[in-house]
């Protein structure tokens, strides 16, 4: 059966690094919360490799908006993200050129900070229509190629379960508080 939800796609093609993280959710909340996961993270060493990737490879982070199984829209992240590394003036992800001016040293990032825009998240996001992905089901994904030209790990799967999959390595899991 196809269901709406929306999908965090956290993903950097195969290169200097690899990641494709999708995070299946119906609800603002747990959305948020994969956000604050990823850039808002209690351990220091894990926002460094989120700006690392965020700042340095390109990384695709955005929402997917997927109505009855069809994939609708995508909201780029890049606009609502700020990042500070080793104590730059924080650079809006979209600032390609602010982005250029950041170097880290020696090749590593070892510290780093984000501000999220959370109001423009929101605002960004398309209210779901239809029966809502929940805990424990799958929903069937369609999608028009011509629409979304840009790399993604949605064009490698068919369908989607509740909660985390990593496309990267071929594992679904469902994150915990813990997480």
Not at 21 to 47: C, G, K
Not at 111 to 136: H, M
Request: net charge negative.
């Amino acid at each position: 059966m196809t269901k709406s939800c929306y999908i965090l796609e956290l993903s950097v093609e195969p290169g200097g690094a690899r990641r494709g993280d999708l995070y299946a959710y119906s609800q603002w909340p747990d959305l948020r919360r994969s956000i604050e996961h990823e850039f808002l993270n209690t351990d220091p060493m894990f926002v460094a490799m989120a700006a690392d990737l965020a700042v340095f490879y390109g990384e695709t982070i955005g929402i997917w908006v997927i109505d009855g199984g069809r994939a609708e829209s995508f909201v780029d992240l890049h606009p609502f993200l700020r990042a500070r590394v080793e104590g730059s003036r924080a650079v809006a992800l979209d600032d390609e050129e602010g982005l250029e001016q950041l170097a880290p040293p020696d090749g590593f990032v070892t510290k780093a900070e984000f501000e999220i825009d959370w109001d423009g998240i929101r605002e960004a996001l398309p209210p779901l229509a239809g029966r809502l992905l929940a805990a424990g089901e799958w929903t069937a994904i369609e999608w028009d190629r011509s629409r979304f030209d840009f790399p993604t790990y949605l064009s490698i799967t068919d369908a989607l379960g509740f909660g985390h999959t990593d496309a990267e390595n071929g594992d679904a899991d469902t994150p915990t508080e813990e997480d």
